[in-house]
């Protein structure tokens, strides 16, 4: 069964760094599009960023571009989330999901990313 593990959260000072990685099984992962989101408390859940099968194109909410990068290892089977220059309001649970088309989409089960000082 798909399996996506997230990994790499925790507490940073404001301008600091993290890296998140989520580790898939269970399905080609080479193959279809990969993607972080997180939710802060009371919010939804919103695109972070994205990277197509092949790690060609990347896309990323205009809150985080330029601070965060979007990368992935096929022989890994792994994406991660690279995120600089962390500012409080990036407080959230991050989510790894993986979406199959035509229907299926899957969540891991979260980080937590707190940036307080």
């Known amino acids: 069964q798909v399996q996506l593990v997230e990994s790499g959260g925790g507490l940073v000072q404001p301008g600091g760094s993290l890296r998140l990685s989520c580790a898939a099984s269970?399905?080609?992962?080479?193959?279809?599009?990969m993607s972080w989101y997180r939710q802060a408390p009371g919010k939804e859940r919103e695109l972070v960023a994205a990277?197509?099968?092949?790690?060609?194109?990347?896309n990323y909410a205009d809150a985080v571009k330029g601070r965060f990068t979007i990368s992935r290892d096929s022989a890994k089977n792994t994406v991660y989330l690279q995120m600089n220059s962390l500012k409080p309001e990036d407080t959230a649970v991050y989510y790894c999901n993986a979406y199959i088309p035509p229907w299926s989409y899957y969540w891991g089960q979260g980080t937590q990313v707190t940036v307080s000082s």
């Open positions: 990277i197509t099968s092949a790690g060609g194109s990347t």
């Open positions: 269970g399905f080609a992962f080479s193959r279809y599009t």
